[in-house]
């Protein structure tokens, strides 16, 4: 037969107690130390000591009162703000209001009762006197403004020395002698073909490389080509050295009929011909002029213009009597 | 009960030496008994005692009621043995034998005939427990203290108690039957030649 959880619990409670020895109870009662101790006086202490008051309460009172204090500084700072707030706008109502606060005070100085009609005239006389003297100010303002675009311009114009129609007078000036200038180099470049074709039986250069012994490298560069420089000598001569197109690379004669285009300016739009004639911005103005055959581009002055001997664009320029070498 | 037991710590805490007196009257030998269980010897058990109760007087002034009175006294003894038992002092678990020596006052003799072989068995079973479902079985059971101020005295949950106790029954329950079949096939167990 098992036995039961419930035996065995009351079997535990039934368990034997060991009994105390004699004498212990004696000494227990002998080193028996009360602390006499006043619950109300100790009670009293612990409700006025500030420290464990303090030690309760802080961390509450410690957020309560740094909110107050920013509350404080918060609302001091809105004050300030208000007063001077008011202060820039009763300083931004100009003499107006200024001249209106005297006319103000001597109403109330006037005393409660009703002034008198001096006074009130006075006051009016007052008034406009400040209004007239308003205007006064409006104006010595729009004249000094006046007077300072004036200034301004007048320093803006001694700067360059010149007005804006000079400046664009004088650039036109400009362009047009970088015109000739590049129109002269044009010939310069055709007669020195016509040299090389002398010593070759007549054909004209492959390259314009091919020129070293008959012009110097200066005529190469177009004046209005800025971004081109001219080169010391002809073994330093790359792309960035010469303004010009040579057209002459497909070979030929120099003497051909009508005369073949040999140097182009893509700045100017002339061309240089194979009889070292220069037709001045014919690219740019009549580019039906220029006909191509067999690779090879000829200039075709039209007839119209031939015939009434007037061309308006295109200017023929002889060079058989000139210098044909200028860097020498 | 409970009220003049209050009333009793109140006056001691007043400093009333006739009350401090009342409460060893009232206490010291269930808190004898409860260590005289746990320790080694009867001299450990008296000085364990004492101890208990010196704490108790430095402690008086601290007591704010919100347990009882067994179970604050109670709790003191138990964390004085813990101390105690952690100073290396090996307890040495009580023998069959000695349970046999120490009668139940409220058991019959007809009774106390049929049982005592089981009971004895039984108390040197809860001796072979682990450390806190041993000292779980001691408050509740041998002291008498509810579930609730077993759990103050060991300043453990209430639930933790009733797992340590339902460990405990579970093991003695096991070990009970283990010696009732070992009593049953052997039937000179309990008649030694």
């Known amino acids: 037969m098992s036995i039961t959880e419930q035996e065995i619990e009351d079997s535990l409670r039934r368990a034997p107690a060991p009994k105390a020895?004699?004498?212990?109870?004696?000494?227990?009662?002998?080193?028996v130390q009360l602390a006499p101790?006043?619950?109300?006086a100790e009670a009293s202490a612990r409700a006025l000591d500030p420290r464990s008051?303090?030690?309760?309460?802080?961390?509450?009172?410690?957020?309560?009162?740094?909110?107050?204090?920013?509350?404080?500084?918060?609302?001091?700072?809105?004050?300030?703000?208000?007063?001077?707030k008011q202060t820039i706008q009763s300083l931004s109502q100009g003499p107006t209001g200024a001249a209106a606060v005297?006319?103000?005070?001597?109403?109330?100085?006037?005393?409660?009762?009703?002034?008198?009609?001096?006074?009130?005239?006075?006051?009016?006389?007052?008034?406009?006197?400040?209004?007239?003297?308003?205007?006064?100010?409006?104006?010595?303002?729009?004249?000094?403004?006046?007077?300072?675009?004036?200034?301004?311009q007048i320093a803006a114009a001694t700067s360059s020395g010149l007005s804006p129609e000079e400046e664009a007078v004088l650039a036109d000036a400009r362009e047009k002698a970088a015109a000739a200038r590049c129109s002269n180099n044009l010939m310069w470049l055709g007669v020195a073909v016509r040299t090389w074709a002398l010593d070759n039986n007549g054909l004209v250069p492959p390259s314009i490389l091919c020129l070293s012994n008959e012009i110097g490298t200066a005529v190469l560069v177009c004046p209005s080509d800025s971004g081109r420089q001219a080169a010391t000598n002809w073994s330093a001569i790359?792309?960035?050295?010469?303004?010009?197109?040579?057209?002459?690379?497909?070979?030929?004669?120099?003497d051909e009929q009508p005369p073949r285009v040999l140097f182009r300016c893509p700045v100017h739009g002339s061309i240089g011909l194979s009889d070292g004639a220069v037709?001045?911005?014919?690219?740019?103005?009549?580019?039906?002029?220029?006909?191509?055959?067999?690779?090879?581009?000829?200039?075709?002055?039209?007839?119209?213009?031939?015939?009434?001997?007037?061309?308006?664009?295109?200017?023929?320029?002889?060079?058989?009597?000139t210098n044909p070498n200028p860097n020498r | 009960m409970n009220n003049s037991l209050n009333q009793l710590v109140e006056a001691a805490r007043a400093g009333d030496q006739t009350a401090a007196v009342g409460l060893i009257e009232h206490f010291y030998e269930r808190v004898y008994?409860?260590?005289?269980?746990?320790?080694s010897n009867e001299a450990d058990a008296a000085d364990l005692t004492q101890r208990t109760f010196s704490r108790v007087w430095q402690v008086l002034p601290s007591f704010a009621g919100r347990s009882s009175v067994a179970s604050w006294i109670h709790g003191?003894?138990?964390?004085?043995?813990?101390?105690?038992?952690?100073?290396?002092?090996?307890?040495?678990?009580?023998?069959?034998?000695?349970?046999?020596?120490?009668?139940?006052?409220?058991?019959?003799?007809?009774?106390?005939?049929?049982?005592?072989?089981?009971?004895?068995?039984?108390?040197?079973?809860?001796?072979?427990?682990?450390?806190?479902?041993?000292?779980?079985?001691?408050?509740?059971?041998?002291?008498?203290?509810?579930?609730?101020?077993?759990?103050?005295a060991m300043g453990v949950a209430v639930s933790t108690v009733k797992y340590r106790l339902r460990l405990a029954l579970d093991h003695l329950h096991k070990k009970l039957d283990a010696a009732q079949v070992s009593g049953t096939d052997c039937p000179s167990h309990h008649s030694p030649h």
């Open chain 1, 279 to 321: 037709q001045r911005g014919v690219a740019k103005a009549h580019p039906e002029s220029l006909v191509q055959k067999d690779g090879k581009l000829y200039y075709q002055q039209p007839e119209a213009q031939s015939e009434e001997k007037a061309p308006p664009a295109p200017s023929r320029e002889s060079n058989r009597n």
């Open chain 1, 53 to 84: 008051w303090l030690g309760r309460w802080w961390p509450a009172l410690a957020p309560t009162a740094v909110s107050l204090a920013c509350a404080m500084v918060v609302a001091v700072q809105q004050m300030e703000i208000r007063d001077l």
């Open chain 1, 21 to 31: 020895p004699a004498g212990l109870k004696d000494r227990l009662v002998a080193q």
């Open chain 1, 102 to 152: 005297p006319a103000e005070a001597a109403v109330r100085s006037a005393g409660a009762g009703s002034p008198s009609g001096t006074e009130l005239r006075e006051i009016a006389r007052l008034q406009a006197l400040a209004q007239r003297l308003a205007d006064e100010v409006a104006q010595l303002e729009q004249l000094r403004a006046e007077n300072g675009k004036l200034r301004a």
């Open chain 1, 238 to 254: 790359t792309s960035a050295n010469c303004s010009y197109e040579y057209l002459g690379g497909s070979g030929g004669r120099s």
């Open chain 2, 76 to 152: 003191i003894a138990y964390h004085v043995y813990v101390d105690w038992r952690r100073g290396n002092y090996p307890t040495e678990s009580r023998s069959e034998a000695w349970w046999s020596a120490c009668p139940a006052p409220d058991v019959q003799p007809d009774e106390l005939a049929a049982r005592a072989d089981l009971a004895a068995t039984l108390y040197a079973s809860v001796e072979q427990l682990e450390p806190d479902p041993r000292e779980s079985v001691h408050l509740h059971y041998y002291q008498g203290l509810t579930l609730q101020e077993t759990a103050e």
């Open chain 1, 37 to 40: 101790v006043c619950r109300k």
């Open chain 2, 33 to 39: 008994a409860f260590l005289r269980r746990l320790a």
